[in-house]
């Protein structure tokens, strides 16, 4: 599985972005998915996870309430909508996959990993 992260760029503190991941491979619909994000200097911190039925989603604190993050497996697509951004938020974003529906954000059980896409919230 490879996995393509897209949608990130400078957006103004309030506003909204929506980041893309696109996988190649069919056992990507059967993964587990999360979204990961680093800032410069900080550890890589879970943000949201999905199970690969989307029947499950979990969220980091920071974001529970702000962010969605949804799949589309018959495009091999995941998703995380960021709504109310705030400059804290600025860092670069990553998607994976291959976690454990029980450890969604547990960054070790996700053996597929794609190259990070920034975002940039300014105040």
């Known amino acids: 599985v490879q996995l393509q992260a897209s949608g990130g760029g400078l957006v103004q503190a309030g506003g909204s972005l929506k980041l893309s991941c696109a996988a190649t491979?069919?056992?990507?619909?059967?993964?587990?998915m999360g979204w990961f994000r680093q800032a410069p200097g900080k550890e890589r911190d879970f943000v949201a996870g999905i199970t690969w039925t989307g029947g499950m989603t979990y969220y980091a604190d920071s974001v529970k309430g702000r962010f969605t993050i949804s799949r589309d497996n018959a495009k091999r697509m995941g998703y995380l909508q960021m709504n109310s951004v705030k400059p804290e938020d600025t860092a670069t974003y990553y998607c994976?996959?291959?976690?454990?529906?029980?450890?969604?954000?547990?960054?070790?059980?996700?053996?597929?990993w794609g190259q990070g896409t920034q975002v940039t919230v300014s105040s």
């Open positions: 491979g069919h056992s990507f619909r059967s993964y587990s």
């Open positions: 994976a996959a291959q976690g454990r529906a029980d450890q969604l954000d547990n960054a070790r059980n996700y053996g597929y």
